[in-house]
């Protein structure tokens, strides 16, 4: 049963769960961002702790079909070397595991930074659209919100 689960989960396959795994979050965080199931399973350890865990098993699928992991630092020393390591699909399941997990996270932190200031949930739907598409983006989108909302302006809190 064990290897029918394991060769069920392939990187297509997986692509699919995390992306449609992570879509109910979202939806809470955008529609529900003052509930107590938002605040359980979507502000908490939880989403992070199953992407996660989808992260490690990659990382179990890549050792066990001998993924060369001194590679990966290559990244570092040009556009070029990024491009190869693209290539790889293991790799590249791995870097969007993380680049969901990122922004899933900045979403929650956007949710629970704008209750502290009481802004409006509507108003939040924008830049948590924007953050799950563009993560990045939506921070910058919400950073701006926030300046008009607070009429100050932080550089750390």
């Given at each position: 049963?064990?290897?029918?689960?394991?060769?069920?989960?392939?990187?297509?396959?997986l692509?699919?769960?995390?992306?449609?795994?992570?879509?109910?979050?979202?939806?809470?965080?955008i529609?529900?961002?003052?509930?107590h199931?938002?605040?359980?399973?979507?502000?908490?350890?939880?989403?992070?702790?199953?992407?996660?865990?989808?992260?490690?098993?990659?990382?179990?699928?890549?050792?066990?079909?001998?993924?060369?992991?001194?590679?990966?630092?290559?990244?570092?020393?040009?556009?070029?070397?990024?491009?190869?390591?693209?290539?790889?699909?293991?790799?590249?399941?791995?870097?969007?595991?993380?680049?969901?997990?990122?922004?899933?996270?900045?979403?929650?932190?956007?949710?629970?930074?704008?209750?502290?200031?009481?802004?409006?949930?509507?108003?939040?739907?924008?830049?948590?659209?924007?953050?799950?598409?563009?993560?990045?983006?939506?921070?910058?989108?919400?950073?701006?919100?926030?300046?008009?909302?607070?009429?100050?302006?932080?550089?750390?809190?």
């Amino acid at each position: 049963m064990i290897e029918q689960i394991y060769n069920y989960f392939t990187i297509e396959m997986l692509y699919y769960w995390v992306n449609l795994g992570v879509l109910p979050f979202w939806l809470m965080l955008i529609f529900f961002p003052q509930s107590h199931l938002c605040r359980y399973l979507v502000t908490s350890i939880f989403p992070i702790f199953v992407l996660s865990g989808v992260y490690l098993f990659m990382l179990y699928k890549s050792y066990l079909n001998s993924f060369d992991f001194s590679d990966n630092f290559s990244l570092y020393f040009g556009i070029d070397n990024i491009s190869e390591l693209f290539s790889d699909k293991t790799f590249l399941m791995m870097f969007w595991i993380h680049f969901i997990s990122i922004n899933l996270f900045t979403g929650g932190w956007i949710v629970k930074d704008s209750q502290k200031f009481s802004i409006n949930k509507i108003i939040l739907i924008i830049p948590l659209v924007i953050t799950y598409l563009i993560g990045p983006l939506g921070l910058f989108v919400y950073w701006i919100i926030r300046i008009f909302h607070a009429k100050s302006i932080k550089l750390y809190d």
